[in-house]
Structures are given as structure tokens and as C-alpha cells.
């Protein structure tokens, strides 16, 4: 069985400009999962989806920050404009069908504001 | 909201040694998960383990969700245990997981 796949794996990017990470879950996986982790931290969730529709995106900073899965299999985290306190890893999860299951997670992407 | 304490923070190890890692919650939860981080950053599930004991190897947890705390017992640790050890809590409040602040392991050869 593949694992949770991740794209791309680093990104360096300037502030203000723009980038998205793409994560495709484990096949049949309801659940989905963005975390953010900073340096020295354990990860933040900052969106979770059941299918397509969104479960919790409390701690999701919506001025800069989207993400959609479409069609309830892959989905994309966008920033724009990106700070520098974006600067962390972006993990993507999937359970197979709700938030209380064990979470598999992608091997993430290491995120560089300049 | 929940506080997810783990301790210690850091632990430097003999390869062959054994370990207990601790994590302590502040509120009532409904699982519990721990987590190794690898030096290259990929986080890989070792127990679900809502309360009880498991074992997997050298390597086993038991959670006394009464007392709000959680072990994690690492045996004759190998260099390959060497990277960052989180707990996980979900609590039907918050309807997700909550993780600790982490333990970092270093074994050494």
C-alpha cells in the first residue's frame, strides 16, 4: 500500500510571493490533514477534511492561508502572500475515516521564507 | 484548551540502554497516539493506545487515561531510535489531536 505522498519536498521562496504544496492521502482515506510544523515544535493542525467538506480550520491564518480537495482524494495548501514566519514544514495526514483514527503522515515539505 | 506535557525534553542514551519516556495531560482524552520523528523528518506511528499496555518489540506504552499521563518504554535502544518522540491526544471537545512538546532521543554508538 503507497503512503501518503508529498510534493514538492523543499521550497525556497522570498516574502511576499506565493507557493502551494500538494498532497495526494492514502487511497480510500476519508480524512485528510495540513499540519504546520515549526522548528523545535510539535506539528499544528491547520485544516482537516472528511471527504471534500471541512472539518476544522480554526487555526488555519485564512488571510494568506487556503486549501481545497477536490472531488474528496488529493488536495492543495496555498500561501500567498507568504510571511516570514511561514518558514516551517508542511505535513500532510490521512486516517481512513474520521479525526479519532491513527494518522499516516507524508514524509512533508520543508518550507524557506527569504 | 488541553495541555500536552512531555518529559524529559531531551535524553542521551548508550546504545543498549533502556528508557521511559513520559507524557502528561491536563484534561480528560479519548485516544492517545505516539509518534517517532526520524532525523530526516518523516513521522511514523508506533502505538494507538487509548489506555492499557501494548507492545511492539523493543518498544512499548501503556496509558493511564484516569491519571492523565502515558509511558513510553524504550528497550536495549539501537542508533536507529535516535530522532524525536511525540504523544498525541484526542479529546472529543477539540475533535482532533493535540501533540506534546517532544522528546528528543539520542542514541549513541
Known amino acids: 500500500e503507497a503512503g501518503v505522498a508529498q510534493s514538492p519536498r523543499y521550497k525556497i521562496i522570498e516574502k511576499r510571493q506565493s507557493v502551494a504544496f500538494w498532497c495526494n492521502p492514502i487511497?480510500?482515506?476519508?480524512?485528510l490533514y495540513w499540519y504546520q510544523q515549526i522548528l523545535g515544535q510539535g506539528p499544528k493542525l491547520l485544516i482537516q477534511?472528511?471527504?471534500?467538506?471541512?472539518?476544522?480550520d480554526s487555526q488555519l491564518p485564512k488571510d494568506r492561508f487556503s486549501a481545497e480537495r477536490l472531488k474528496g482524494v488529493d488536495s492543495t495548501l496555498k500561501i500567498q502572500p507568504a510571511k516570514l514566519e511561514d518558514s516551517a514544514v508542511y505535513l500532510c495526514?490521512?486516517?481512513?475515516?474520521?479525526?479519532?483514527?491513527?494518522?499516516?503522515f507524508g514524509p512533508g515539505t520543508r518550507l524557506l521564507v527569504l | 484548551g488541553i495541555q500536552v506535557e512531555q518529559s524529559p525534553p531531551d535524553l542521551i542514551l548508550q546504545e543498549g540502554a533502556n528508557s521511559t519516556l513520559r507524557c502528561n495531560f491536563s484534561?480528560?482524552?479519548?485516544?492517545l497516539q505516539w509518534f517517532h520523528q526520524n532525523p530526516w523528518g518523516q513521522l511514523i506511528n508506533l502505538f494507538y493506545?487509548?489506555?492499557g499496555t501494548k507492545q511492539n518489540g523493543r518498544l512499548s506504552a501503556t496509558t493511564v487515561a484516569t491519571e492523565r499521563y502515558s509511558l513510553l518504554y524504550i528497550s536495549s535502544s539501537q542508533t536507529t531510535d535516535s530522532g524525536v518522540y511525540f504523544c498525541a491526544v484526542f479529546t472529543s471537545g477539540t475533535y482532533k489531536y493535540i501533540f506534546g512538546t517532544g522528546t528528543r532521543l539520542k542514541v549513541l554508538a
Open positions: 487511497s480510500g482515506h476519508a480524512t
Open positions: 484534561d480528560s482524552v479519548n485516544n
Open positions: 495526514a490521512s486516517s481512513q475515516r474520521d479525526g479519532l483514527e491513527t494518522q499516516y
Open positions: 493506545i487509548p489506555s
Open positions: 477534511f472528511q471527504n471534500n467538506g471541512v472539518v476544522d
